[in-house]
């Protein structure tokens, strides 16, 4: 079992349930990974459910104010550290009808390592391409997968180490529960 404050980039473990972005603050936005898919919670709102059914192609994330700031995409510090503090959003095509859609989330207080966030990105492609998303809503699962993607060098980062990296955190996390 992972305990909670446990994290990878914008992904943490909250009172049982992962999310991505900070959902210990009340007036924040953020997106939760539910059994039946990803649920946007926002302050004064009723929130969203987007079904795993539903999400084409792969998940992006970029980094902003504004979901349209797609320059925003990959700012970092010399440090290797997300460089804004302004939220972010996640990107995906989905199906029926078939548009464009954006999920917002607000940022944790904490810095976000560029490998984390890029490596969480990276697992969220490839689950899409092999047809798993539905793995995000076992928190076990995730939590094995964040474990194993978690705490790695944060230097030459390539998208080809990226996606063996994702791959490989498929296997150790497992099949998941049915």
Known sequence: MVEDR??????????????????TRPDAHWVEFRPD????????????????????????????????????????????MVATRNGGWMHMTLRHPYEDHQLRFDQHTRPYRAVDALRLEFLLRQLTTEGKLHLLGDPEWVGRAAAYLAGGKNRWITSRALRQVAVEALAAAGPGSP
């Open 6 to 23: 446990t994290f990878l980039g914008p992904l943490e473990l909250t009172g049982g349930r992962w999310g991505v972005g900070d959902a």
């Open 37 to 80: 898919g990803l649920y946007q919670h926002e302050p004064d709102a009723e929130g969203q459910l987007i079904p795993w059914c539903r999400i084409m192609n792969g998940i992006w994330i970029t980094w902003g104010k504004h979901s349209w700031n797609t320059n925003s995409r990959g700012l970092y510090t010399l440090r290797g």
